[in-house]
Structure formats: structure tokens, C-alpha cells
């Protein structure tokens, strides 16, 4: 049972413009929400997070939209860069109960920004 | 700035062998995940440490896997009589508090 649903798959954004991916959660003891960037061949690196008291949080072009009633999550791209193009995953956490707080991520969405 | 290092970065090897990868974590990270990511998915969580203490593991590790950490510090992910099906990228997570994980570049593996 996948516990976060991401959309789209792929996205392909012209430069300057926004790309927008979208993210669902179904368990309700979620509690931080990171996005994560990866480039091919690389680990992912923490783009910016959010906790669920908050429905928005900026980070330069990067925003995190939160919506805790839809159990939706969002990440715009503002001004979209060639640079940016990567996968880019949402996650969720939550206290396991055995001691962790491991992360369950959302399958991907590719992202490429054409000049 | 010494974030977290995986060693090797790529690893062939043929079904039946044994492979064992390493993590080091940022310093003062008393806390560490192993993930395994196959193409095309997001990491999954397989293993976790708080200090030497392993507290959790996922059901995804088999009892042809073992992961340690001696001493709190580097961990090693030990897979026994390698399969093809456990091809993918292993990923190495550290941190100090409950929430943010800083990963490393992971391990390539490659099962032939």
C-alpha cells in the first residue's frame, strides 16, 4: 500500500515558468514533510521541508503549499531553471513506534526545463 | 563541510557473493538509515540505528542481509548470497534529530 501518492510522473516546464508537483498522504500521524532533490547517479539532498501547523513555507524559488484536511502536499518551482531539471521526491515522517523516524517517499517525478 | 560518504560507490558482483558497503555519517549524527532504492522508485527505509543500538528494520531485510554499527559511528549493510533482484542503490542516511536526513551518495550494486 503505497502511503504517498506523487504526480506527475515526468514534467516538462519551459525556462522561467513554474512546475508545480503535486503529493497525497493517507496516514494522518504524518508529521514533517521534506522534498527531496536528486540528480542521476546521486543521492537525494534536502530541497526544503514543512510540519503541518503551517499551510506554507518560501525557501528562494522553492515552496512547499499544505493542505492537512485534503492531506495534500504541494512544490512550486518558481522561475525554473535548466539547472533544476532532476527527480524530485516528496516524503513523510512520522514516529515509528520501534524508535525511527524513517521516511516514506512518494515515487518520483521527473523533471525537465527545456531554454 | 564533510557530509555523509558511502563506500564503493559501485559495486558488480555475481549472484551468490557476498558484499559488504559502508557508511560514514556526519560527526555528530547519533542517528542512521540505510535505504534501498531500485530504478525508477523512491528510497525505502530497510534499517535503523540510534548509536550502536539497531532499533528498527523493515521487512524488506531478509536474513541475507545484516547491517551493524559498531561503536555508534560507521555502519556496514552486509547482503549474503547476493540475488539479481537485489540490484539497486543503496542509500545512507544520517542525522541528529527526529526529522531532517542527509544522505549520501549511496552504493550502486549490481547483481549478475
Known amino acids: 500500500q503505497q502511503q504517498v501518492k506523487q504526480s506527475p510522473q515526468s514534467l516538462i516546464v519551459q525556462k522561467g515558468g513554474i512546475s508545480i508537483i503535486n503529493c497525497a498522504y493517507e496516514n494522518t500521524a504524518f508529521d514533517y514533510f521534506p522534498w527531496y532533490q536528486q540528480f542521476p547517479g546521486k543521492g537525494p539532498a534536502l530541497l526544503i521541508a514543512?510540519?503541518?501547523?503551517?499551510s506554507e513555507k518560501k525557501e528562494g524559488r522553492f515552496t512547499i503549499s499544505f493542505n492537512k484536511s485534503a492531506k495534500q502536499f504541494s512544490l512550486h518551482i518558481m522561475d525554473s531553471q535548466p539547472g533544476d531539471s532532476a527527480t524530485y521526491f516528496c516524503a513523510a515522517t512520522a514516529y515509528s513506534g520501534a524508535g525511527s523516524y524513517q521516511l516514506t517517499f512518494g515515487k518520483g517525478t521527473k523533471l525537465s526545463v527545456i531554454p | 563541510d564533510t557530509g555523509v560518504s558511502q563506500d564503493p560507490r559501485h559495486k558488480i558482483t555475481k549472484r551468490g557473493q557476498n558484499v559488504t558497503f559502508r557508511c560514514d555519517p556526519i560527526?555528530?549524527?547519533?542517528?542512521l538509515y540505510w535505504y534501498r532504492q531500485t530504478l525508477g522508485q523512491g528510497p525505502e527505509f530497510l534499517t535503523y540505528?540510534?548509536?550502536?543500538?539497531?532499533?528498527?528494520k523493515s521487512r524488506l531485510l531478509s536474513d541475507r542481509f545484516s547491517a551493524e554499527r559498531p561503536k555508534g559511528s560507521f555502519s556496514t549493510l552486509e547482503i549474503q548470497r547476493t540475488e539479481q533482484g537485489d540490484s539497486a542503490m543503496y542509500l545512507c542516511a544520517s542525522t541528529s534529530k527526529e526529522d531532517t536526513q542527509y544522505f549520501g551518495p549511496g552504493t550502486r550494486l549490481t547483481v549478475l
Open positions: 540505528f540510534q548509536n550502536e543500538a539497531q532499533l528498527e
Open positions: 514543512i510540519r503541518p501547523d503551517v
Open positions: 560527526s555528530e549524527h547519533n542517528r
